[in-house]
C-alpha cells in the first residue's frame, strides 16, 4: 500500500495521519526529551508543532497558522 500524503498536513500516512490526534497524544510532546540530546533538531520539532497544529487550528493564532503552513508547505510529502 502506498503512503497518502495527509490533505491537512502533508505528512504520509497509511490508515490516518498520526497528527490527527488529541493534545495529550501529540508526537511533538516526546521531542522535549529528544531535543537536548540532539537526536531531533529544533527544525524537525517546528515541523513535528507545524503538522498538529494544522489539524487543531482552534490550539493557534492567525499569525502562527500562517507560518505553520508555510512550514509544512516546504515539508510536504515528507516523513
Not at 36 to 65: K, V
Request: charged residues 25%; glycine residues 4%; hydrophobic residues 30%.
Amino acid at each position: 500500500m502506498t503512503a497518502t500524503p495527509c490533505p491537512i498536513c502533508g505528512t504520509p500516512y497509511q490508515d490516518h495521519c498520526p497528527f490527527d490526534v488529541p493534545r495529550a497524544q501529540a508526537p511533538w510532546l516526546a521531542d522535549y526529551d529528544k531535543l537536548p540530546s540532539g537526536e531531533m533538531s529544533r527544525q524537525r520539532h517546528q515541523l513535528q508543532l507545524a503538522r498538529w497544529s494544522l489539524h487543531h487550528p482552534q490550539e493557534i493564532s492567525t499569525n502562527a497558522e500562517r507560518q505553520y503552513r508555510k512550514l509544512v508547505r516546504d515539508a510536504w510529502g515528507e516523513p
